[in-house]
């Protein structure tokens, strides 16, 4: 069980286009996602979190604009980089916890591969 | 702010021995400690886990300790196989509030034939 499905495994945009990345919690409910960042070798960088029917909290750093979050049901929560740029190539992982239960595992996605052309 | 640390940053063993990693949290108000394993391409997996109240948990091959005085926890895999390798984090989370997990910088994990 609890089983987060994450889609396009990976994408190649040219610069200046927008992309969404989709998050599913396929087989329970989660008021809550987060979506991170991972570069090569490196540890998985909060972006935000995502939280249904509201909007999503920002991490020191990201630009709202530029990353935009939409939860509009317990089960789906997207990313939207827009008019990416090379930097933003990078790994975007997603995550969600069943429902609010404290103490419990986070679920994650297998990740977006983005690159930006 | 919250951190978690990690150690070693690379570790490599041959197989069929132990592999240990460590983990020191810094907000005392800490009460899970999850372990992750990220293979290459992929999303981390949980792999074992364990709350505030308990000293120790072992999972066959894996196990994971906790001193809640020095703010420490391992991770412990016994007669490790080639497909343990991977990459290793740690993490630190509160039961309350808005469910933020702080993570370990990770630990490259080969295990050689």
């Given amino acids: 069980g609890a089983v987060v499905s994450q889609h396009p495994s990976r994408v190649i945009c040219k610069s200046g286009t927008s992309v969404k990345i989709e998050c599913r919690s396929l087989d329970f409910q989660a008021t809550t996602m987060f979506w991170y960042r991972q570069f090569p070798k490196q540890s998985l960088m909060l972006m935000a979190t995502s939280n249904e029917g509201s909007k999503a909290t920002y991490e020191q750093g990201v630009e709202k604009d530029k990353f935009l979050i939409n939860h509009a049901s317990l089960t789906l929560s997207t990313l939207t980089v827009t008019s990416a740029h090379p930097e933003d190539s990078s790994f975007y992982i997603c995550s969600a916890k069943v429902a609010a239960r404290v103490n419990s595992p986070l679920h994650f996605g297998n990740g977006t591969r983005l690159t930006v052309t | ?113």
């Fill in chain 2, 1 to 113: 702010g919250e951190n978690v640390e990690q150690h070693p940053s690379t570790l490599s063993v041959q197989e069929g021995d132990s592999a240990v990693i460590k983990c020191t949290y810094s907000d005392s108000a800490s009460n899970y400690f999850p372990w992750y394993k990220q293979e290459l391409g992929k999303g981390p997996q949980l792999i074992i886990d364990i709350r505030s109240n308990v000293g120790e948990k072992k999972d066959q091959r894996i196990a994971v300790t906790l001193n809640k005085t020095a703010k420490h926890f391992s991770l412990h895999i016994t007669e490790t196989q080639p497909e343990d390798s991977a990459v290793y984090f740690c993490a630190a989370s509160r039961g309350t509030g808005g469910f933020k997990t702080i993570f370990g910088a990770g630990t490259r994990l080969f295990v050689k034939a």
